[in-house]
């Protein structure tokens, strides 16, 4: 049995998440993608995994940075959940210091 390509070639690849990127007057672009970057302000980035084994079919993964790059040298970019009505969320990024965020420990 042949397996199926696309127009260049190309095995497919089959998601379960359907992605488009939505213009302001409303239209839509279906974007191909297996996980999307956000790249904010500050140099903080959001990660996106579209089908990520760690997920359920109704959710996705999120990773505080891009995954390719690192945080600057004692620092790490944590995920903040801030609640809003009963079907929002807002997800940011923060930078944090790993030194106010590990426990201190003391000599005798």
Do not use: W
């Not at 996980?35 to 302000?41: F, K, T």
């Not at 760690?54 to 959710?59: A, F, V, Y």
């Amino acid at each position: 049995m042949e397996s199926e390509t696309d127009s260049i070639g190309s095995k497919p690849t089959h998601h379960l998440h359907r992605i488009f990127a939505i213009a302001e007057d409303g239209s839509r672009t279906s974007i191909p993608a297996d996980r999307l970057l956000i790249e904010m302000a500050g140099g903080l980035a959001l990660e996106i995994f579209l089908d990520s084994p760690l997920s359920e079919p109704n959710e996705l993964a999120l990773q505080a940075g891009d995954g390719d790059t690192s945080a600057p040298e004692n620092t790490i970019d944590l995920l903040v959940l801030r609640p809003g009505a009963a079907n929002l969320i807002r997800i940011g990024v923060e930078r944090k210091a790993l030194s106010t965020l590990l426990p201190v420990s003391e000599s005798n």
